[in-house]
């Protein structure tokens, strides 16, 4: 059965960093490209993030250019982001996603549950 | 920034069709690029339900159909039914800010 799990969310203070997990299983996780998507209280869906089958190329949104990066560990099946300087406007729901298909404006055909982002003082 | 835009919200009566628009630009749908939908009932995660502008994965009903043309594309649900209720994103390759995704803003169905 395929699935994609996310953990590591939780409260933070502006300006501090988290690190959020996805765990993949029932696919071959080295053969896709995977994304962060993200979704704000009661706000529409907002793509973060995109990386690689192979983790050689990640590419971000504007909105966490420099602040946000995105690796993955093929041996252990896992997807990282590293979220630093964090604002509050980065509070959501955090989803990982799998590609559909290994090119680019491929679909996303696999979606975790979510992980909750507060930033807070 | 969504530089899909999509109407905020449609509705119909059980059984009716309801069609959701999906207007791009040049440097997503209208430069070719595949338009994609997601179904998100309340409370749970994204689900796909059209790829690549007029295909359905597995499991999905054929009650669900898209097209796409120039820099805009639709999504349309006939034979509507209460448990279609829920809010309906389109999604696609943008080259304006270099390579990324981009999402609609989202149109919520209501079953009247």
């Known amino acids: 059965q395929v699935q994609l799990g996310e953990s590591g969310g939780g409260v933070v203070q502006p300006g501090r960093s988290l690190r959020l997990s996805c765990a993949a299983s029932?696919?071959?996780?080295?053969?896709?490209?995977m994304n962060w998507v993200r979704q704000a209280p009661g706000k529409g869906l907002e793509w973060v993030a995109l990386?690689?089958?192979?983790?050689?190329?990640?590419y971000y949104a504007d909105s966490v250019k420099g602040r946000f990066t995105v690796s993955r560990d093929n041996s252990k099946n896992i997807l990282f982001l590293q979220m630093n300087n964090l604002r509050s406007e980065d509070s959501a729901v955090y989803h990982c996603?799998?590609?559909?298909?290994?090119?680019?404006?491929?679909?996303?055909?696999?979606w975790g549950q979510g992980t909750t982002v507060t930033v807070s003082s | 920034q969504s530089v899909l835009t999509q109407p905020p919200s449609v509705s119909g009566a059980p059984g009716q069709t309801v069609t959701i628009s999906c207007t791009g630009t040049s440097s997503n749908t209208g430069a070719g690029y595949a338009l994609h939908w997601y179904q998100q009932l309340p409370g749970t995660a994204p689900k796909l339900i059209i790829y690549n502008n007029n295909n359905r994965p597995s499991g999905v009903p054929d009650r669900f159909s898209g097209s796409k043309s120039g820099t805009s594309g639709s999504l349309a649900i006939t034979g509507l039914q209460a448990e279609d209720e829920a809010d309906y994103y389109c999604q696609s390759y943008d080259t304006s800010l270099g390579a990324s995704y981009v999402f609609g803003t989202g149109t919520k169905v209501f079953v009247l």
């Open positions: 996603a799998k590609d559909r298909a290994p090119i680019f404006g491929a679909s996303m055909d696999v």
């Open positions: 029932g696919f071959i996780f080295s053969r896709y490209g």
């Open positions: 990386i690689s089958y192979d983790g050689t190329n990640a």
